[in-house]
């Protein structure tokens, strides 16, 4: 095979041993991540399907493995600061003769999501790969007295992905790659009951006490690289998520379902320059995400909204609608030591009709700078920027007993946020 087809740490110029998430914001529509990466921090992921500059290419698309004609090894970490404010908000209480304030700010946080990847070629055909990071995740806190407890609380979801996943290059321009991902996932999610001291009627199925559930799943990805020549090639990508389950010591179950997500991206270095375009419009099928399931299946508990000693459930409904990612970025290969890059990314609200202070959610644009410096030829540290900026939301949430209204709460939700990621990569 002619070695020039496969991508060459001189021509592009690219730029943990174990995975633990704390608890963030989603950093994208509704709770999906995208911390894979610095070097896709620094570009708003444009492209990342298919530029293959180190190994965390394979959690986008495994068919990029046939790019690397030596073993690869990237890890790192990501730092998330999440701004999310609750604010201009009324909250009607159970028999309240007059609205109460329920602003709230400061309700994210600041966590780390590491992540590590590993490409191994076999020969000029085969390349096999291992890796571990998050998918989705998401935590709002709110004050333990906050006024509308019911609709505020704890909600905390993490996710941890680790993946195989093998390629094959079937000739000069298309590669092929599979792989499997075992997930781990937790969720907490606690809130106050709308009309306290009726404990175990229907009323008080609101009052959720789900604490640190958790389960495994497993998914899928498959996807495809088409090299038109070597400044030019595109990547197609699909993962499978499945529809997880998880539950807590006292017999509560959820059933969170997770989306879908197919990506296609653009890579294009503009011939006798140093500089390179790349784009990637991503699908996320956030429409499967309806409702949370809760189910108690141990009797003894004092389950969700029931007497203790009984069965039951209950179902949140959320009626997401299906997610876009839409960013575009720039790669200057100054010189032998630096790498420069930017991106720009719209990324487009899951939240339809349904909203949600205790998940805040909008429209968000990415603006996104980043760098690689080579260490020597076989190594280089990444650092990546994205600042996300939100838009103001409109909510309003009520729960009703009986066809009759108890309590409400109306407000404007606005989530930004600050990523920060630094990644070491190797090549043997």
């Given at each position: 095979m002619n070695k020039t087809r496969l991508f060459k740490k001189t021509l592009l110029a690219v730029t943990v041993s174990t995975v633990t998430l704390a608890s963030q914001q989603a950093?994208?529509?509704?709770?999906?991540?995208?911390?894979?990466?610095?070097?896709?921090?620094?570009?708003?992921?444009?492209?990342?399907?298919?530029?293959?500059?180190?190994?965390?290419?394979?959690?986008?698309?495994?068919?990029?493995?046939?790019?690397f004609d030596k073993m690869e090894l990237s890890l790192g970490f990501e730092s998330i600061t999440s701004m999310i404010e609750v604010k201009d908000a009324e909250y009607k209480g159970f028999m309240a003769p007059q609205s109460v304030d329920a602003n709230q700010d400061e309700i994210g946080d600041t966590s780390i999501a590491p992540n590590i990847h590993l490409i191994v070629p076999v020969n000029e055909k085969f390349a096999w790969g291992v890796n571990a990071y998050s998918n989705f995740g998401t935590k709002t806190e709110f004050d333990s007295d906050?006024?509308?407890?019911?609709?505020?609380?704890?909600?905390?979801?993490?996710?941890?992905?680790?993946?195989?996943?093998?390629?094959?290059?079937?000739?000069?321009?298309?590669?092929?790659?599979?792989?499997?991902?075992?997930?781990?996932?937790?969720?907490?999610?606690?809130?106050?009951?709308?009309?306290?001291?009726?404990?175990?009627?229907?009323?008080?199925?609101?009052?959720?006490?789900?604490?640190?559930?958790?389960?495994?799943?497993?998914?899928?990805?498959?996807?495809?690289?088409?090299?038109?020549?070597?400044?030019?090639?595109?990547?197609?990508?699909?993962?499978?998520?499945?529809?997880?389950?998880?539950?807590?010591?006292?017999?509560?179950?959820?059933?969170?379902?997770?989306?879908?997500?197919?990506e296609f991206s653009g890579y294009h270095k503009i011939e006798d320059t140093k500089f390179a375009v790349h784009y990637s419009i991503q699908y996320i099928g956030w429409s499967s995400f309806d409702q949370i399931e809760f189910r108690n299946l141990d009797a003894s508990a004092s389950p969700i909204g029931f007497l203790p000693g009984s069965t039951g459930s209950y179902d949140k409904d959320y009626k997401w609608q299906d997610g876009w990612h839409y960013a575009i970025g720039g790669t200057y290969y100054l010189n032998n030591d630096w790498t420069l890059r930017v991106g720009y990314m719209y990324d487009t609200s899951a939240q339809d009709s349904l909203t949600s202070i205790s998940v805040p959610d909008s429209d968000r644009q990415w603006f996104s700078t980043g760098f690689t410096y080579h260490i020597d030829s076989s190594s280089n540290v990444d650092f990546g920027f994205t600042y996300l900026m939100g838009d103001d939301v409109k909510v309003d949430e009520s729960i009703e007993i009986g066809g009759n209204p108890v309590t409400s709460v109306a407000a404007t939700t606005h989530a930004d946020a600050i990523l920060v990621g630094l990644q070491y990569s190797r090549s043997f």
């Open positions: 950093l994208a529509a509704g709770f999906q991540l995208n911390a894979q990466s610095a070097t896709g921090i620094g570009r708003a992921f444009a492209g990342d399907a298919v530029i293959a500059d180190n190994a965390s290419v394979m959690a986008r698309n495994p068919a990029a493995m046939a790019l906050y006024s509308a407890a019911e609709y505020g609380g704890v909600t905390d979801v993490k996710s941890f992905n680790f993946g195989v996943a093998g390629s094959y290059r079937l000739n000069e321009q298309w590669s092929f790659g599979a792989g499997l991902d075992l997930i781990y996932g937790q969720g907490t999610m606690k809130r106050g009951n709308p009309v306290p001291g009726l404990i175990g009627s229907v009323d008080s199925k609101y009052a959720l006490n789900v604490d640190k559930a958790d389960g495994w799943a497993f998914g899928f990805n498959v996807g495809t690289v088409f090299e038109l020549d070597e400044n030019n090639r595109f990547g197609l990508a699909y993962r499978y998520s499945p529809e997880f389950e998880a539950e807590d010591d006292k017999g509560q179950k959820i059933t969170l379902p997770l989306p879908d997500i197919a």
